[in-house]
């Protein structure tokens, strides 16, 4: 695993296609909860990209855990203008190997406050579901 923190995304992407990388991981967090009608928690994946897919799936049951009921893997087409999956996609495009912007919880939702307060919970979460990917693709 590397960790890249504070760069462009364009240098995520390039570190993780010259280093060879298996599956890039983009995390953020959104506020906002009060412009959405239900709280939820995402995988976003880029359309076509199966391996993604899978993973964002596993990572979706892991959030379940997380008492974030309404945890979703969500494919983005990527060029409409205007899709509300647009920017997702972008921080996720130049990548080479499968690709995922995680997106946990809105930081300002009442839902989330326990995620909040035990940021590491959605970690381990997240750590789970692509371990449990890995060992589904890879058998290990």
Known sequence: MLLVSGVTYRHGWNVANSRGADILI???V???AANQPDHYGAAFYRAGD???KDCAEHIRGTLRLLAIDRSLAIECPG???GHWTRNAHYVISGAHCPAITFEPFFIDAA???HLR???ARVGYALADGILAWWISTNGK
């Open 26 to 28: 983009h995390g953020h």
């Open 30 to 32: 959104n506020s906002g």
């Open 50 to 52: 199966i391996a993604a």
């Open 79 to 81: 060029k409409p203008a």
């Open 111 to 113: 839902e989330a406050s």
């Open 117 to 119: 307060e035990d940021p």
